[in-house]
């Protein structure tokens, strides 16, 4: 008997993906929460700053280098700065909404689960948003960084962080920009076996890299959101694929010549 197993690239498990309007509106419906939430965390004027002390003092006794040192790079290029700012504005929704559907449609037991980790991380980053308000370092005074977006363009804040009404810009703790494209890079990792996926890690460092150089994030930021992203895979772990096999042709069924009865038709014989 021969047996033949399919390689678990070759199509995708249609049975796993879920109805695409329920998708749909489950995405839309965790994405209308998040922005509202987020909202609702605005205002906290003096407490952000206040945390924005402590987690500047925390990095430097714990002796984790300057943001400064990595927007320095930046600064030497205007041209290299415009499109950090760029990349910070344009890639992280469009990435991940991207990275959503081509596992819905191409890997669908993949996307369930990424899928859920995406709204578990985010849901504990908003919980994080709400009980720790932080000022990004661009408008801490100690840290000395220039607000790239607004200085070369172009930005997604208004010129008044406490009357902003479409972004809480005092939600920096953790980093949703990192979170969700080391996310995005693992997914993509688990989910293909191609040689080179290794590769999709470069995307959270470019993302940490711009995030960082930007000043529109602490080194903590980043650190927290790996954290809450390891604990959101030990939760949720990624189910095991049935394997199906193929059979190429009828099984004959086996003699078993140890038997009696096969010794006295031999004898016989």
């Known amino acids: 008997m021969h047996t033949r197993s399919e390689p678990a690239e070759r199509e995708p498990d249609t049975s796993a993906r879920p109805p695409l309007v329920h998708e749909l509106l489950l995405v839309a419906g965790l994405f209308l929460v998040y922005k509202l939430g987020r909202?609702?965390?605005?205002?906290?004027?003096?407490?952000?700053?206040?945390?924005?002390?402590?987690?500047?003092?925390?990095?430097?006794?714990?002796?984790?280098?300057?943001?400064?040192?990595?927007?320095?790079?930046?600064?030497?290029?205007h041209t290299l700065v415009q499109a950090a700012n760029t990349y910070y504005a344009t890639v992280h929704f469009p990435a991940t909404l991207a990275f959503l559907v081509w596992l819905y449609w191409r890997r669908p037991r993949h996307y369930v689960w990424s899928r859920r980790v995406l709204a578990a991380l985010t849901g504990a980053a908003l919980a994080l948003h709400l009980i720790f308000p932080l000022a990004p370092p661009r408008m801490l005074h100690a840290a000395g960084l220039v607000d790239t977006g607004q200085a070369y363009g172009p930005t997604v804040y208004g010129d008044t962080p406490s009357t902003d009404s479409m972004a809480n810009q005092f939600a920096a703790m953790p980093s949703l920009h990192v979170g969700w494209a080391l996310a995005v890079a693992v997914g993509i990792v688990v989910a293909t076996r191609s040689r080179w996926r290794p590769l999709w890690l470069l995307h959270p460092l470019l993302t940490l890299f711009v995030v960082v150089g930007t000043a529109n994030h602490y080194w903590l930021d980043a650190i927290v959101v790996g954290a809450l992203l390891a604990v959101a895979y030990a939760a949720l772990r990624l189910p095991r694929t049935p394997v199906r096999t193929h059979l190429s042709w009828a099984p004959v069924p086996a003699q078993n010549y140890a038997s009696p009865a096969y010794a006295r038709s031999g004898a016989q014989r």
Not at 45 to 58: I, K, L, Y
Not at 60 to 70: I, N, Q, S, T
């Open 39 to 77: 909202q609702a965390a605005n205002g906290h004027v003096e407490e952000a700053f206040r945390n924005a002390g402590h987690v500047w003092s925390f990095e430097r006794a714990a002796g984790l280098p300057r943001e400064g040192a990595v927007q320095g790079v930046l600064l030497h290029s």
